[in-house]
Structure formats: C-alpha cells, structure tokens
C-alpha cells in the first residue's frame, strides 16, 4: 500500500521480506537520511517562534494521524478529537495536581483515559454510521467539557490548572529545543504505529469495512471489533497527544478545547488528504501554520493598526475559504498535489502514466 | 456425512417469500449448482448459508449448526463466498484484497502489530507466501500490485474468486462468477473451479447461468423457482426435466422445441 509501483529500475526483490520493507532503495534511504538531518538541525538554527511552530506541528500530527486511522481508514467519523485532547489534557492535569504525579504516570494513564473513552464512545458506532455517528462523537466532546469544567470550578482553578514542566530521568523539560525533540519522537512514533497497523491484519481490516461491512463480514472480519479497536486506539493516541500539550503549554484550561479544535482536525485529514498518511502530516502542518501565514499577510497591509481587531473574523473566514476551495477543487487534498509533483517528475519527459500503475 | 446440509430454510421479507421450505445437501468434493430464473431465490439462499440473511430452518455444517452465527463465525469455520458484482476493495491491491480475504487465516493481534515485531513479520511473509500460492492458481501474478479499481472487469472477477479462495474454505459459495465474463474468461473460470474441485478437494455451491457451463462440470443441479426447489439431480436429467424447462423458458417454447 505504501508502495503500489516498483520507483526503481533493474531492482528486483528476491523475497517477501524485502518486498514489505519500508525502506527499499538506496534513494529513499538517503531521502529518509536526509530528512532526519533537517528535523535535528532544525531547531539549533531556529527562532523561538519557528521552534514553537514545529513542536505545534508536531503535537497536531499525532492527533490527526489518529484521527486520520480512524476516519480516513476505518471509515468512521469522530467530532469528539478536541474532546479527547482535552480528556488527555485534564487526566494528567488532575494527576499532577492531586497526587504530583510524574510524567512517567500522568502518560499511561491519559493513554487509559483515551482507551476508556474511546471504547464508550465507539459503542455508537456498531449501530450508526455517518452523520450520525458523528453527532453521537459530539457528545463526548461537550460530556469532558462539562467534567473538565467542574473539576475547574470545584478546586477553584477557574482559570486553569497550571502544570509544571515534567522531568525524565532527572532531566527537566523547560527548554523549547528538549521539547522539539520530545514531540518529533513521539509524533515519529506514532506515525510508525499507524504505518505498521496499516501494513498488517487490523488496518487491512479497517479499509475492508471503510468500504463496504457486509462484504468484510461475509470475509471473516469481526465488524464490531474492529470498529472498537479503531476507536480505542486512535482515542488513546489523542489523548496521550492531550497530555504532551498539557505539559507543552504548562497550563490546561477548558477554553483550549472548543469544538473549533474538532473541525480544525477534521479539516486537516480533508485538506491533507482523506486515507493517506502523509496527507494527515501535511494537513496538520498546514492548518497549525495557516493563521500564522495569514496574520503575517496581514501585516503586509497598509493601516494594519485598524485591522487589528479583525484578525480573528479573517482567520475563521479564510479558513473556511480553504476549507470549500479544497473540497471543490482539491478532494484529494495536498497529498493528490503531492502526488501529481512527483508524477510529472517520475514521467518526465513524458505525459501520461499507464492505468496499471495508478498511485492510490 | 454432508458437508453442508440445509433443512427446511424459509426466508420472508414482510409478505414476500423469499425462500419457502428449500433443503439440499451437499457431499464432500461435490460440486452443486443451484439455478433458478431471475428472483428465484439463488443468492437469498447464499446469504442465508453465509449468514447475512436470517431465514428458519436448519443450516448444517459438517453436522454443527450454523443457522444462528454471525457472518465472520461462519466464514471462519471454512465458508468462503464471491459476490455477484465482485464487491471488491478497489482502492486496495490485488494482494491486499487476498490478505484481506485470509483475515480469518491470520493471528496476529494488534498490539504487536503497532511495533511489527519480528512474529508479525514471520506471520505476513507466510501469509503472503499462501497468497501467492492462489495468484499463481488463478494466474494473476502480473496485476499483484495494481489497485483493483483499475483492473479490466473479467480480471476483478478472478480477484473476487482468489480473495474467497484465500480464507482457504472448505465450502465455496460462487454467484454468478461468470456473468459478464467473455468466453475466453469463462473457459479460464471453469478452469480454476475444476483445479479447485479436483486439486483442493473444494465442496462447492455454484449460482449460473450459463446452462452449458454447469452442464459440462457440475456434478448435480438443483433448481429454485420462486423460492421453492421444483428439481434437484444429475444435470442430464434436471436439464431436459419438463418442470424446469417450463420454469426457465415458458411453455409455448416447450412445444416449439419439442416439435
């Protein structure tokens, strides 16, 4: 599936093994290489703001690759994602408020949370599909609002819970540059999680019943089961991403979690690019660094002071802009004009690729 | 003991009987085919044995019942099934669509495949080994890679044969794998189910149309016409039978043949 058409000439794999290797050719191995030396050199040349930038970047890639394994995958719509951030988000708030927990506890046990919820909240989905579905997520999101809420208003946090900056093995996490290494190994991982279900029995499971159920049911496929574990584990992803912003922010307040936050994930796997692993890391890249672009832009106007104000109307506004315009025009996201960039150069200098060798 | 054995099987959709009374069993290695006109109860009837519709009546497999399983129960005792318009995976390859229909063949569980430990890899090398095995039997080894989106349709048709080929059954259930097949597609078909019944020991229930298909490989026939058996036997005999000739073409045709 990551690999539909041999890219090298006179490779030829002598065995199974090699064919489901990630890395095949010596290109990509250099590519993957090379990209590695840009992430670690990154943030030793970047401005504070950049390296803010990246580790949003990062922390948004893990919640849209999950919701991508289960949307764009498994075929079934959550709105509840800001939800389940937020569910991650207060667990190890509570935790490190309550009994001081360590970073090595309040992770597990968001991970738990997400796992809970998840499992409660895919319930639904053995029963509703669509819209729907989605609106029964919805309740999960204002249902950890509300008890979020509480816990605030109860222990007179009312302003938030302010978390302090966690330690691993004595090493304490305050720097910016601790943090962006921090959050690339964990959005690295986790996009070497979904890449590994994907490639094996579960995700194969997930892309049969996003299709058609009956069908992967009449094939041996637990519809049931594999609708809950999809929910299970992109929940627990999103909610360990809830407790690395928790700790990234340092401070955990229900007013971060708006449903806003669901749509800019559900916007990012769209504008990414639906059931493509790579279209969650670009749309989560895209959407996390949008307003900042659009701000900068408008900056660049003349009489800047009286637009201040309006700064937000025109974000949301541009934003849902985007939103349309990709639909319309670009439903295979930034990932399709990825492809069709690497198409013209893998061609070149001719036009028309054959049908077999369609890239998904 | 028959493989597969069913008694009594009734299906209604409110007022409308869509299966009434039928029963047949078939034996070990047999190769059954079940005909009918348009509406009379073929697929309905491999629905209910895989489990996707819920009829009355006994269903029998190696003597257990099955009647009150769910589908992915039944498929994973043995019961594969193609599907009258392929219902294939299309955005997925061909290999992933046999790897999909070997799902109940593969145990891995999920939490070691997040890390593809070395076990999984073992598990998908083998599985993947067992998959070539039918690429090789249906002779798709130069589309194993394309999406099956973009396949020609009678090539689908053999993807849709191989993927219920890969939960290596022992009770194949086929509908209409031949329609829409060029001649040249049918000859391969009969083919592979011949190589499936003869080499792999396959029962199988088989829905066509094609009377000079089943004439020439089926091993008994049985006849549906509005949802109750009206013949069941060896094909020279079920063909020429009178009942089935009145079912399938009328009975001004009958005198104009006979004449």
Redesign the interface.
């Known amino acids: 599936m990551f690999r539909p058409v041999p890219r090298a000439s006179g490779y030829f794999r002598t065995d199974y093994a090699q064919d489901m290797a990630l890395l095949q050719t010596r290109a990509e191995r250099i590519g993957l290489a090379a990209l590695v030396g840009v992430l670690v050199t990154l943030p030793f040349i970047a401005t504070p703001f950049l390296l803010d930038l990246a580790c949003q970047v990062f922390l948004a890639s893990i919640g849209a690759l999950s919701l991508m394994l289960l949307t764009g995958y498994a075929g079934q719509i959550s709105l509840g994602h800001a939800g389940l951030i937020a569910a991650g988000a207060f667990t190890t708030g509570i935790l490190t408020r309550e009994i001081n927990a360590p970073f090595w506890l309040t992770l597990p046990a968001s991970a738990l949370t997400g796992i809970v919820l998840g499992l409660v909240f895919g319930l639904p989905s053995l029963r509703l599909r669509g819209l729907y579905l989605a609106v029964s997520t919805l309740a999960l999101h204002f249902i950890v609002i509300y008890l979020g809420g509480e816990y605030e208003t109860k222990r007179g946090f009312s302003t938030g819970i302010l978390i302090e900056k966690p330690s691993l093995g004595g090493f304490k996490l305050t720097d910016g540059r601790a943090w962006y290494f921090v959050l690339l190994i964990f959005a690295a991982a986790t996009l070497l999680i979904c890449i590994n279900l994907l490639r094996s029995r579960s995700g194969r499971a997930w892309r049969a019943i996003h299709t058609r159920e009956t069908v992967a049911e009449a094939l041996g496929i637990s519809i049931s089961g594999y609708k809950l574990l999809a929910f299970v584990i992109s929940s627990s992803m999103t909610s360990v991403a809830g407790c690395l912003f928790a700790y990234y922010r340092g401070f955990v307040s229900i007013e971060a979690f708006d449903l806003f936050l669901s749509i800019q994930y559900v916007a990012m796997i769209i504008i990414g690019g639906m059931g493509s692993l790579l279209g969650a890391l670009l749309g989560a890249t895209f959407v996390t660094i949008f307003p900042y672009a659009i701000e900068a832009l408008l900056k660049l106007l003349p009489n800047v002071q009286k637009l201040a104000g309006d700064i937000f109307a025109v974000n949301y506004a541009s934003f849902g802009v985007v939103m349309i315009l990709f639909l319309v025009l670009e439903p295979l996201g930034l990932v399709g004009i990825w492809r069709r960039i690497q198409n013209y150069f893998l061609l070149w200098p001719f036009k028309y690729k054959p049908l077999a060798s369609m890239r998904k | 003991m028959a493989e597969l054995a069913i008694e009594g099987l009734s299906l209604r959709f409110g007022g409308l009987t869509v299966l009434d009374n039928v029963s047949f069993a078939v034996e070990p290695g047999e190769l059954m085919a079940l005909i009918g006109p348009n509406g009379a109860g073929k697929t309905s009837a491999l629905n209910c044995i895989?489990?996707?519709y819920r009829g009355s009546g006994s269903i029998r497999l190696r003597g257990g019942d099955i009647a009150s399983l769910?589908?992915?129960e039944i498929?994973?005792l043995g019961v594969?099934?193609t599907?009258q318009h392929g219902?294939l995976?299309?955005?997925?390859?061909v290999l992933?669509n046999l790897?999909?229909?070997r799902?109940?063949r593969?145990g891995?569980n999920?939490l070691a495949?997040?890390?593809?430990l070395p076990s999984?890899?073992r598990a998908?090398?083998a599985h993947?080994?067992a998959i070539?095995r039918i690429i090789d039997l249906v002779e798709l080894e130069r589309?194993r890679?394309?999406?099956v989106g973009?396949?020609p349709f009678g090539v689908q048709k053999i993807v849709g044969f191989a993927?219920a080929l890969a939960?290596e059954p022992t009770v194949m259930l086929l509908d209409e794998p031949s329609a829409g097949l060029n001649r040249e597609e049918r000859e391969d078909l009969a083919r592979f189910i011949l190589r499936i019944k003869h080499e792999l020991k396959m029962t199988i229930v088989w829905i066509e149309h094609d009377m000079q298909m089943i004439a020439d490989l089926a091993d008994r026939i049985h006849v549906l016409d509005y949802g109750r058996t009206i013949a069941d036997g060896k094909p020279d005999v079920v063909l020429s039978d009178p009942n089935v000739l009145i079912a399938y073409l009328g009975t001004e045709t009958i005198q104009s043949t006979t004449a």
Do not use: K
Request: no cysteine; net charge neutral.
């Open positions: 895989s489990g996707i769910a589908p992915h498929a994973r594969a099934r599907f219902e995976f299309a955005q997925m390859s992933e790897l999909t229909g799902h109940a593969i891995t999920p495949e997040m890390l593809f999984v890899r998908e090398v993947r080994a070539e589309f890679h394309a999406p973009a396949l993927r939960l």
